[in-house]
């Protein structure tokens, strides 16, 4: 059974950083892409960024270009989310999300989700 | 503003059929497969349609979804209490290189 347990979301300052970790399972990890998609209190699902299989590929939203940075550790089966200089807008429940199948199929797993909430 | 364009809102009684619309464009839903999500508030998505078409296992099939162009549908039918929740439709975009998601239809059971 697939499992995907995210982790490290809080309360941080705007300005601040924080980062995120999602431990996978149960399926060949190094042999996906994984993304990461967030959803807004009250709002619909936006997706942020993806790392190819090996981790060298990867792509943002513009929303946070320049700002977060995706990274995976397939010998931990753990992807990450480096989230620098937040802003209220990037309050959310963030997701991990594993495709069906390869590029470019979505998703069929996701995580249970870790808030984060930006705010002084 | 999503790329994808679904009603906010869809209602039937119970034994009803409710179909949801979502409106995309060539470089998403004309060019590549659709999937559509079930989301209950407070709880993460879950897969109901995969390339344009497909049930995972476990999902009935009084659920079912088409594609024609840069548009698809899902229809539900034989409407159940336990389908109140919202439903998102989701595709590739070449042009973002990323998914792109419609802005979710909630759906209520009269």
């Known amino acids: 059974e697939v499992q995907l347990l995210e982790s490290g979301g809080g309360l941080i300052q705007p300005g601040g950083s924080l980062r995120l970790s999602c431990a996978a399972s149960g399926f060949l990890f190094n042999t996906y892409a994984m993304s990461w998609v967030r959803q807004a209190p009250g709002k619909g699902l936006e997706w942020v960024s993806t790392?190819?299989?090996?981790?060298?590929?990867?792509s943002y939203a513009d929303s946070v270009k320049g700002r977060f940075t995706i990274s995976r550790d397939n010998s931990k089966k753990t992807l990450y989310l480096q989230m620098n200089s937040l802003r209220r807008e990037d309050t959310a429940v963030y997701y991990c999300?594993?495709?069906?199948?390869?590029?470019?199929?979505?998703?069929?797993?996701w995580g249970q989700g870790t808030l984060v909430t930006v705010s002084s | 503003q999503s790329a994808l364009t679904q009603p906010p809102s869809a209602s039937g009684t119970p034994g009803q059929m409710v179909n949801i619309s979502c409106s995309g464009s060539s470089s998403n839903i004309g060019n590549t497969y659709v999937y559509w999500y079930y989301q209950i508030p407070g709880t993460a998505p879950k897969l109901l349609i995969y390339?344009?078409?497909q049930r995972p296992s476990g999902v009935p099939d009084r659920i079912s979804a088409s594609k024609s162009g840069t548009s698809a549908s899902l229809v539900i039918g034989g409407l159940r209490s336990d389908d109140e929740a919202n439903y998102y439709c989701?595709?590739?975009?070449?042009?973002?290189?990323?998914?792109?998601f419609g802005g979710g239809t909630k759906v209520t059971v009269l």
């Open positions: 390339r344009n078409n």
């Open positions: 999300a594993k495709p069906e199948g390869a590029y470019p199929t979505l998703f069929d797993s």
């Open positions: 989701a595709s590739w975009d070449d042009s973002l290189s990323g998914p792109v």
């Open positions: 790392s190819s299989e090996s981790g060298d590929g990867t």
